[in-house]
């Protein structure tokens, strides 16, 4: 079998073949590559949120004391140890007040005017809050249970005046960007009749701004990582009490994430790499005219099913 | 330039050469193919848990009305409507309550103590609670905030003596499958000494469950999808709400996250294929001589940092 007389082309041009061949597999293994990096990010960016849900499906997630696990391998394979001690004491439950049904009635109705009270505000007065009042409600928001009692949430307060217009600005530039550059064409053409856009006044007007940073894992004394269970969704149940605490002491907030600010708010507050920005809070006193869209509340029928 | 004089290896095996690159580039290009996959279904995943935040990411994620958007393209493509019209009327904001800093100060910390006494109870009373407060703790609930005011959540109260058993069977089975076979040796013999099993006696003792579902998308009156915006921190902060009634009527829970029973209990309980079990919460009141573990919360100073 000769070359020359069987694939003449093939004779003359064998190095551009083979070399054409090399060329497209190295494309291929590149692309390969590529994606593999991209998932594994993508995966990395999951199982930040919470590792124990992909590795170890079988731990129960109750709250505060149902795991008391010592020693449990982190994603990468690190030993890590739990936030419990495993001869942890139980002891009488002293802190219970119990009311007459009457008295339920009467204070889970009181509890719910109270909360239907509530409307998220965007308009605010620069009135200044006393600090007390709001210590207060982050004490109340660290009362929340979390995923083995990890307590995975660190609220920053900015009351400064300079430090709040640090922020806007970060969220501002931010918001911009998505405004002017991230949005389509038929985006920006939609929300011209609305009122919103990337100005963020209550940002410097409210008097207290709170951020709630979610702890995606945690540090024991001796500085191994320590697994912060369910840490996202705890940070949120957290979030609700807080809330709650806010309209309780006569003050008001809008809830709000701010979009791809995150890590450049995390820099200019000085927070470590293991906490991640979950939700922004203003805080104060409504503007005077302040006013609230005309919304309603699903009825009871509508968000409830009972056997 | 000769095959034959320059590379007589080549000349003589080169259908070898070229049919070894080719599966070469073929192998790689599978693995390519296959990864690619692998990452498209890790991306759907995380679309599905929230379709806004990957898309479009320069929705405003503000809650309640910052988003008025009526058309927006679903992850698959097809037309969703907003939630809220975009001629939506604002009005004056009459529900608030103006207290003095005195007041403001009295009631914050009034609200802190009643939430610091609040503990996860495993030991509940067989004793009945009026279903009036269950009513109320719901409804308040419901008056969390969320994204674009979706309200993506269903409360799914079980008293049902009949229906308590079933859920407890189905949450034990799954509980035993998750201790006998999915943990390793290592874990069972870790596990031993812990009083923790997969036997889940308030699960027919409390008089209430209350399962909460979020909504993954919901539906408008035509029939198409309506988008859910941040549904599960959404659902996540109304469960912080939740607790907060249920401490303030004088009631107790637990905050469980049951793992893996999610679509056998959607199934038992009836529920639509957008709504997605998050959290379990058996509410009565304690058993007699309950006990807790002696954990403390961490202070202040440790969950805050002040500007």
Redesign the interface.
């Known amino acids: 079998m000769s ?1 020359e007389t069987t694939f003449p082309f ?2 003359n041009y ?1 190095p551009h ?2 070399a054409l ?2 060329t ?2 190295s494309v ?2 590149f ?2 590559t590529k ?2 990096n ?2 594994k990010q ?2 990395n ?2 199982k930040k949120n919470n590792p124990v849900i992909i590795k170890k ?10 795991v ?4 449990i391998e982190d994603v990468d394979g690190a030993k890590i140890s739990s936030a ?1 001690p ?1 001869d ?6 002293t ?5 007459s ?1 009457k ?3 009467e ?3 009181a ?2 005017d109270d ?8 308009f605010y007065s620069s009135e200044p ?2 600090k ?2 709001i ?11 979390s995923g083995a ?1 990890t ?1 995975p ?8 005046k300079d ?1 709040k217009a640090s922020v806007r600005q970060l969220i501002e530039e931010e ?1 911009e960007i ?2 002017n550059k ?2 389509g064409v038929q ?1 920006t053409t ?2 011209m ?2 009122k ?1 856009n990337w100005v963020k006044e209550y940002l410097t007007t409210a008097p207290y701004l709170i951020l709630v940073f979610k702890q995606a894992y945690g540090f024991n004394p001796d500085g191994t990582k320590k697994n912060h269970y ?1 840490n ?2 705890s940070v ?10 806010i309209q ?5 907030t ?7 600010c995150g890590p450049a708010l995390r820099t200019l ?3 470590p790499n293991n906490e991640k920005l ?2 922004l809070l203003p805080v104060g ?2 503007a005077e ?7 309603s ?2 009825p ?1 029928e509508e ?5």
């Open positions: 070359l093939l004779y064998w073949v083979i061949i090399a497209y597999s291929v293994y692309v390969n994606n593999q991209t998932e993508v995966e960016k999951i499906k079988y731990l129960s997630p109750d709250q505060e004391a149902e008391h696990d010592d020693e419990l495993e942890l004491p139980h002891v009488p439950l802190t219970y007040k119990r009311y049904d008295e339920m009635i204070r889970s109705a509890f719910y909360m239907n009270n509530r409307r998220t505000v965007r809050v006393p007390e009042v210590e207060n409600i982050i004490r109340t928001a660290g009362t929340a249970p009692h307590e949430w660190t609220y920053v307060v900015v009351g400064d430090v918001e998505n405004y991230r949005m985006w939609d929300l009749p609305l919103t369910y996202e969704v949120a149940i957290a979030t609700g009490i807080l809330l709650a605490a309780k002491a006569g003050l008001v809008l809830t709000s994430t701010p979009l791809n507050l000085g927070r979950m939700i006193f409504p005219n302040c006013s609230v869209p005309d919304l509340r699903k009871l968000i409830s099913s009972w056997f």
